[in-house]
C-alpha cells in the first residue's frame, strides 16, 4: 500500500475515532437530560427522522405516555417539556446510525479498491463486532427501562460505555498502526507497564463515572472534601451479599469514584515527573506533558460537577468531566502505544541491526 492510500485509510479511521468521541458525550447529554427513554420504538429506517408536524409530535408523545417514565416521573410534562428530551434522544440515535454510514460506505470503496489485506481486514472486522454489540447493548439498556421502571440500570449504563471506549481505543489504536507516528529508541521505554496500569485505572475510572451518573450519587452528597457529614458515610457496607456495594451502594461508589481519581492523579504527576529527564521525541514530551494538565482539569470539573448537584445534576460541567475523562484516556492509549512500539523497536535494533520493524511507507 502506497503512503497516499495509507494515509487515506488511517485518517478515515481517525474520523470514526472524532464520530466515537461525539457520541459519548451525546450519550453524556442525553443521560444527564434524562432524555434516553423519550424515544420508545426502535426504528431503524423511519427512526431516522423526527415528527414532521405537530400531529406527529403528539403521537409520538401519546407513546411516550405508555411508559413508566411518565407515568411515575414526568406525568406533568408538556408538549414542548418532551420536545426538549425527545430532541438529544434523536440527536443520539442520528448520530449512530451516522457513523454507521461513514464507517460501511468508505470501507466498501476501500474494498472494492482492493486496499484492504487480510491482516487489516481482520482488525476492521473486529471493529464491526464491537460497534454491533454497542448498539445491541444500547437497545437492551433502553428496552430494560420501558417495562417495568422508569430508569436504565447503573450497570448497564456503564457496561454501554465501556464498551463504547474499547471500540474507541482500538479503533484509535488501528489508526495508530496505520499512520505509524514516528518512534525513537530511549529509556523511557521502561515505563511501559505503568503506562499500562495507568490505562487500567482510567478505564475502571469512567466505569465508576458510569455508576455515579447511573445511580445519581452526586445528588446524594454533594460536598467537598467530606462526603456527606463525614469522610466515610454511614452503611456502606449495608447490602448483602457485600460485593453488591461495590457497584449498587451510593455511598461507596462515592468513595470509589474519589479514591480512584486521586490515586490516578498522583500516578500522573508521578509518571510526569520521572519522564522529565528520559529520552523522548519532541511529540511525546507533548503528549506527558498533557497529562498533569488534563487530570488536574479532571479533578477541578468533578469537585464543581459534585458541589453543584443539589436537587439536580449541572449538564454542562458534567459533560465537561466526561469531555476531558476521554481525552485523557486518548493521551494515556497513544502513550501507550508510543511506549509499545519502542519497545519492539530497540528489542528488534539488538537482535538485528538490519532488519527494520516499520515497513516502509511503501508498504504495510
Given at each position: 500500500m502506497n503512503f497516499r492510500k495509507q494515509n487515506l485509510i488511517?485518517?478515515?479511521l481517525l474520523l470514526g475515532v472524532f464520530m466515537i468521541f461525539i457520541q459519548v458525550m451525546l450519550g453524556g447529554i442525553t443521560r444527564l437530560t434524562g432524555s434516553g427513554l423519550s424515544i420508545t420504538q426502535w426504528d431503524v429506517i423511519m427512526g431516522s427522522l423526527p415528527p414532521m408536524n405537530e400531529q406527529g409530535w403528539q403521537q409520538a408523545f401519546d407513546q411516550y405516555k405508555q411508559f413508566p417514565q411518565y407515568k411515575i416521573m414526568n406525568s406533568e410534562m408538556t408538549l414542548e417539556g418532551f420536545k426538549s428530551i425527545f430532541w438529544w434522544e434523536f440527536i443520539h440515535r442520528f448520530w449512530a446510525r451516522l457513523m454507521g454510514v461513514f464507517f460501511v460506505v468508505p470501507f466498501i470503496?476501500?474494498?472494492?479498491?482492493?486496499?484492504?489485506d487480510w491482516n487489516l481486514g481482520k482488525k476492521l472486522i473486529i471493529i464491526f463486532i464491537l460497534g454491533g454489540l454497542q448498539g445491541l447493548l444500547g437497545w437492551i439498556m433502553v428496552q430494560s427501562g420501558l417495562v417495568d421502571k422508569p430508569w436504565v440500570?447503573?450497570?448497564d449504563l456503564s457496561a454501554h460505555l465501556i464498551l463504547a471506549l474499547i471500540l474507541y481505543c482500538y479503533l484509535f489504536w488501528v489508526a495508530l498502526e496505520i499512520l505509524q507516528p514516528q518512534t525513537e529508541e530511549g529509556s523511557i521505554v521502561s515505563f511501559r507497564s505503568f503506562s499500562g496500569i495507568l490505562l487500567g485505572l482510567i478505564f475502571l475510572q469512567i466505569f465508576y463515572g458510569g455508576l455515579m451518573a447511573g445511580n445519581k450519587a452526586a445528588l446524594f452528597y454533594p460536598t467537598f472534601p467530606k462526603i456527606g457529614a463525614g469522610y466515610i458515610p454511614n452503611n456502606i457496607f449495608s447490602l448483602k451479599p457485600w460485593t453488591l456495594n461495590l457497584v449498587e451502594n451510593v455511598g461507596m461508589i462515592q468513595i470509589i469514584h474519589r479514591t480512584l481519581g486521586f490515586l490516578i492523579a498522583l500516578s500522573v504527576f508521578y509518571f510526569y515527573w520521572i519522564s522529565r529527564k528520559k529520552e523522548k521525541s519532541p511529540l511525546l514530551k507533548k503528549t506527558f506533558l498533557a497529562l498533569p494538565i488534563l487530570v488536574i482539569t479532571q479533578v477541578l470539573l468533578g469537585i464543581l460537577v459534585l458541589i453543584n448537584s443539589l436537587g439536580k445534576i449541572p449538564v454542562v460541567p458534567g459533560v465537561l468531566h466526561q469531555a476531558v475523562a476521554l481525552l485523557l484516556l486518548t493521551v494515556a492509549v497513544f502513550i501507550n502505544f508510543?511506549?509499545?512500539?519502542?519497545?519492539?523497536?530497540i528489542v528488534a535494533k539488538s537482535s538485528a541491526e538490519s532488519t527494520p520493524v516499520f515497513p516502509s511507507k511503501e508498504k504495510v
Open positions: 488511517g485518517n478515515w470503496y476501500f474494498l472494492v479498491k482492493k486496499m484492504i440500570s447503573p450497570i508510543q511506549l509499545s512500539q519502542k519497545s519492539v523497536y
